[in-house]
């Protein structure tokens, strides 16, 4: 015990003379913390810029044009030419415009079948996603008010136009994000996987910086020239650091933010206290397969970038070629995303996602498997540290 005081005693000096570690890791964190929850603050996109080339220039099309505009999610930009619309589309400065072809009206009143058509650009995920419903909204909407005046003109009520034009009635209910709130289902895991980026990194930095440097043996002395002890007693203040700022992160988005949690906190503690572990493992386990800085720092880095797409929350994971589903069981995001839904969402206990903290486990004896190799590294420091 004492050998790992005196490691955990040199850690916080390098600690103190190095303020890398504290910016890397509070102040990266809260950097994106202010960042993601000021950008997402309003909850949903609003005042999409939606181009209108108005070719018809009739009460219908002005009237199309004005309800698309009142909409929430668009703001209606008008243009005469449909070339320059689409230079405004390529360039970014609208996310997608609609064509109201001349004629529209007057084929409506003869009972003909107008083309209406709509371009968005979906290189803007999110901006184009939501134009295209908006735009979708309103035809199906102008659509069933075409229909609604042909059959009253007909003679019938209104209890029949729209069992007419609607026979089946949506009744539709969000759960877990009744708001649609973008934050709630991105921020949740956005900034777990960031702490993940952090604790891999300043894992890989920390262990790989006393080869780097040439300090690995006066570490080996101190800890009695056991690896174990050497290992546990640098990692533990690190451990300590990435532990409490992932329950304050958790802290800050369930109880302060207020974002949706049908389950219990304390699970979700024990979600991120088990993410932070694991990532810290791998972290290690990576600097062991590559005991060389510049390497083991690249490496970790494109890990804790493919976490963000392989963990599926932006695309599903069981959309995925069946070889990339099974490649995605190594990353610790990955589970803690199952956690998460599964708690927040349903609020269902251990009982269904105990599968997901056993995979987290495993992740604690990756470093077991290859310990002797960085044992060595320290001992011999054959490697070369730039």
């Not at 949903?44 to 810029?49: A, G, K, M, S």
């Not at 109201?100 to 107008?114: F, H, K, S, T, Y």
């Not at 690995?216 to 020239?225: C, P, V």
Request: net charge positive; proline share 4%.
């Amino acid at each position: 015990m004492r050998n790992i005081l005196d490691v955990v005693r040199r850690e916080l000096q390098i600690i103190r003379k190095r303020p890398l570690y504290v910016l890397a890791s509070v102040g990266v964190l809260t950097v994106n913390c202010i960042f993601y929850l000021t950008f997402f603050q309003d909850g949903l996109p609003h005042d999409l810029p939606i181009g209108v080339v108005d070719q018809d220039r009739s009460s219908t099309s002005r009237s199309f044009a004005t309800q698309l505009d009142a909409t929430q999610l668009g703001r209606v930009i008008y243009y005469d030419d449909l070339h320059r619309a689409r230079a405004d589309m390529q360039s970014g400065r609208i996310t997608s415009f609609v064509v109201l072809p001349e004629g529209l009206n007057a084929d409506i009143q003869a009972n003909r079948q107008p083309h209406i058509g709509y371009y968005v650009n979906s290189l803007y995920f999110v901006g184009g996603a939501l134009a295209y419903k908006d735009i979708l909204t309103m035809v199906n909407l102008t659509n069933g008010a075409v229909q609604r005046e042909v059959l009253r003109a007909k003679g019938m009520n209104e209890r029949e136009i729209r069992a007419r034009i609607q026979p089946i009635v949506l009744d539709q209910h969000q759960i877990g994000n009744p708001a649609t709130n973008y934050g709630v289902y991105l921020n949740g895991v956005i900034l777990p996987g960031i702490l993940q980026m952090i604790v891999i990194l300043i894992t890989i930095y920390a262990v790989g910086s006393e080869l780097k440097y040439g300090t690995s043996r006066h570490l080996m002395n101190k800890a009695g020239g056991s690896i174990e002890k050497a290992l546990l007693g640098k990692l533990l203040p690190y451990n300590v650091i990435f532990t409490v700022l992932g329950i304050t992160l958790e802290l800050l988005l369930f109880h302060w933010l207020r974002y949706p949690l049908k389950g219990s906190f304390w699970a979700m503690a024990l979600n991120i206290l088990l993410l932070v572990s694991a990532s810290e493992a791998l972290g290690l386990f990576i600097i062991e397969l590559f005991p060389v800085l510049r390497l083991a720092v690249s490496v970790g880095a494109i890990i804790s970038v493919m976490g963000f797409s392989l963990a599926g929350f932006s695309l599903p994971v069981e959309a995925m070629p069946p070889y990339v589903q099974g490649f995605s069981v190594i990353f610790p995001l990955r589970h803690y995303y199952l956690i998460h839904a599964q708690e927040t969402i349903f609020g269902g206990g251990f009982p269904f996602w105990w599968k997901e903290v056993v995979h987290l486990l495993l992740f604690l004896l990756l470093p077991a498997t290859l310990i002797r190799r960085l044992e060595k590294a320290y001992i011999l420091q054959n490697y070369e540290r730039n």
